[in-house]
């Protein structure tokens, strides 16, 4: 019995490994987006941070297999656990300080625009729903049901999952060049409003690593100048890099409109 409650904190502690072990990719994503520009990667290493972010998805998935794995076991094969006090208060402690973790990872990833952060974030959560699991499945095997440990467990694999969709969505969706429409929305409407651009044509958006940019085509008066045209370009320019998060850098493609 004393070597099944070591068992569950070393577990706990091997969980609480993985999560730390997160940092590394993410540290080293961070250092690399920070490089300039060069010839043979012109827009930096920025996506670096997506490769990061999926290190860290695939670490979710890990997490949830482990789970479920367990639960199954342990629902096959029931072992007694003793010491469940020591087990629950360790169980208590993993999830507070883990999802305050979770919190801020989340809060500042989406502060910065780092889809992988956000998702490192996630992923401390779910540490934290295995501790959560810990506490139930001890609770209910104090009240006389053994088995509330594995079934607990698995219900904590599905909450797993739902943390790894989450996730998934943040990051491959920054791989797929995902962007918020309401973003777009902002930037149509912002060129709109500069004097002298008469409509606005295609809007594109990317993320690379914690910054937007953007390419848009406006419809100018065909009189103008080619010098007139390029200051309107540019108080377009100007105009969405100060009022778009994230926003960087904007192409600004200009063509004759009548009208």
């Known amino acids: 019995m004393r070597q099944e409650s070591a068992h569950v904190l070393v577990r706990r502690r091997v969980v609480d490994l993985a999560d730390a072990l997160t940092a590394v990719p993410l540290g080293i994503a961070f250092l690399l987006g920070r490089r300039a520009a060069t010839r043979r990667f012109t827009y930096g290493l920025g996506r ?8 860290v998805v695939l670490l979710i998935a890990a997490s949830a297999a482990l789970a479920g794995y367990e639960s199954v076991t342990r629902l096959l094969d029931p072992r007694p656990v003793d010491h469940l006090w020591v087990v629950a208060a360790a ?7 883990n999802e305050l973790v979770a919190r801020y990872r989340i809060r500042v990833g989406r ?6 952060l956000v998702a490192d974030g996630l992923h401390a959560r ?18 006389g049901f053994p088995l509330a ?19 998934a969505r943040e990051v491959f969706g920054r791989l797929m060049d995902a962007v918020d429409p309401d973003t777009l929305d902002a930037a149509e409407h912002t060129a709109a409003r500069v004097d002298g651009v008469r409509r606005t044509g295609y809007l594109r958006m990317r993320w690379t690593g914690h910054t937007l940019r953007a ?8 009189v103008l100048t ?15 890099v100060a009022t778009i ?7 600004v493609h200009t063509a004759p409109h009548e009208g």
């Open 126 to 143: 779910t540490d934290g729903f295995t501790s959560l699991a810990v506490v139930a499945g001890a609770l209910g095997v104090a009240l």
């Open 245 to 251: 998060p994230r926003l960087s850098a904007v192409t």
């Open 48 to 55: 670096a941070e997506d490769l990061a972010g999926v290190v």
């Open 111 to 116: 502060e910065i625009g780092s889809a992988a």
């Open 226 to 240: 080619v010098g007139q045209a390029h200051r309107i370009a540019h108080d377009v320019e100007r105009r969405l």
């Open 215 to 222: 390419e848009l085509a406006i419809g100018v008066d065909p």
């Open 149 to 167: 440990d594995p079934l607990v467990g698995l219900g904590m694999t599905v909450g797993i999952l739902i943390v790894l969709r989450d996730a």
């Open 91 to 97: 169980g208590v402690a993993g999830f507070a300080g």
